[in-house]
């Protein structure tokens, strides 16, 4: 191949079978990081261990909501976390709380709390469920 003056004609492209083999890294790299961010989402979100499903709720007033929640863990015998909330009509976040789920002999409970709302709540919900339970939250 002869060079051309990049001056005058500007650089060179790439030829076809170097345009072809960078089109393949390329591809293979967008794939590679697509099942990285999957494994890593499925790991996150799809394997927890303990899962917190909302069993209902009844509102109590103009600040604040008795929410009912169904707790599942494959460990019954460890202490849970589950975070309850109240929103409002507009879907905002108008209060939350966290609610210690003691140990059981069965893999499935439910739990009750009121939470406090600093606007009029229209719903109740969870938010979610953890094993990590805050030290304030433990019984001394």
Known sequence: MIERPAARYG??????GSRRRLVAVLFVVIVAVGVALALV???????GEVKGDLGGYRLV?????EVTI????????????CIVRARSVD???VGRREILV?????ETVQVE???SAT???????????????PGYLRAP
């Open 119 to 133: 606007r009029p709540p229209v719903v109740g919900d969870v938010y979610g469920c953890g094993t990590e339970v």
């Open 113 to 115: 709390a009121v939470v």
């Open 91 to 93: 879907g905002a976040e």
């Open 41 to 47: 989402a499925y790991q996150r979100l799809g394997t």
């Open 11 to 16: 650089r060179q492209r790439l030829a076809v």
């Open 102 to 106: 003691p140990p059981s002999t069965a």
């Open 70 to 81: 169904s707790v599942t863990r494959q460990d019954p015998s460890r202490p849970v976390v």
């Open 61 to 65: 007033g103009d600040d604040g909501v």
